[in-house]
């Protein structure tokens, strides 16, 4: 189901059922791999069935259409997704190989063919810049990972500290923000970091 939240004077909702057309989809394992929305224009990549096998597919639902894309078959995440002149942009993982750009178009066909991402190459329009955070680990071993549009690690890691218990992190206009809630023996504090982007 894709679910769109519309803010105005009122808040509006409407929603929408993906995969009509797959009859087995409640007894399949199904993911969803990307989101991607711009306007009126949307775009789902999800997958049906289990990822090994063979007979599973990764379908691509537009606002125009849904589509079988069988050139991201072994898609096992999407790094990147975006709209770029009336196409949609795809960075993705594929098992055992680097990421691969993909373009399609609303009507689910390739536009150009996968190309692959080779490692500390920046990812092209429009992901070149990207930058992605991550928390990663548990409460006392949390860190922040930056990651570029096609997924890789960029600088080191940043250790959030042994006494931060949970931590969140958002977008500013030249990095991260994070936040912490930190554990201390008396009382528990906010701790808020400023994190640029290499």
């Known amino acids: 189901m894709l679910d769109r939240f ?6 509006a909702h409407t929603a929408t059922c993906v995969g009509d057309g797959v009859p087995s989809i409640a007894e399949e394992p199904t993911e969803i791999l990307g989101l991607a929305a711009s306007g009126g ?9 289990a990822t090994e096998d063979a007979a599973s597919a990764v379908s691509v639902t537009t606002q125009l259409d849904e589509h079988e894309v069988a050139a991201l078959h072994d898609a096992l995440v999407v790094e990147s997704i975006a709209w770029l002149a009336g196409s949609l942009s795809i960075v993705t993982s594929l098992e055992f190989a680097r990421p691969s750009y993909v373009r399609l178009g609303a ?25 992605v955070a991550v928390l990663l680990g548990s409460p006392g ?11 890789d690690e960029v600088g080191e890691r940043v250790s959030i500290g042994e006494a931060a218990i949970v931590a ?18 008396a009382a528990s504090t906010v701790r808020v970091r400023h994190v640029t982007c290499p």
């Open 6 to 11: 519309d803010v105005g004077e009122h808040l």
């Open 168 to 185: 969140d992190v958002a977008r500013t206009a030249h990095g991260f923000v994070l936040a912490s809630l930190e554990r201390a023996e």
């Open 107 to 131: 009507d689910g066909e390739m536009r150009s063919p996968p190309a692959l991402l080779r490692f500390g190459e920046d990812a092209p329009a429009p992901f070149a810049g990207r930058r």
């Open 141 to 151: 071993q949390l860190g922040l990972q930056i990651r570029n549009g096609a997924g």
């Open 41 to 49: 224009g949307y775009a789902i990549v999800w997958r049906h069935g």
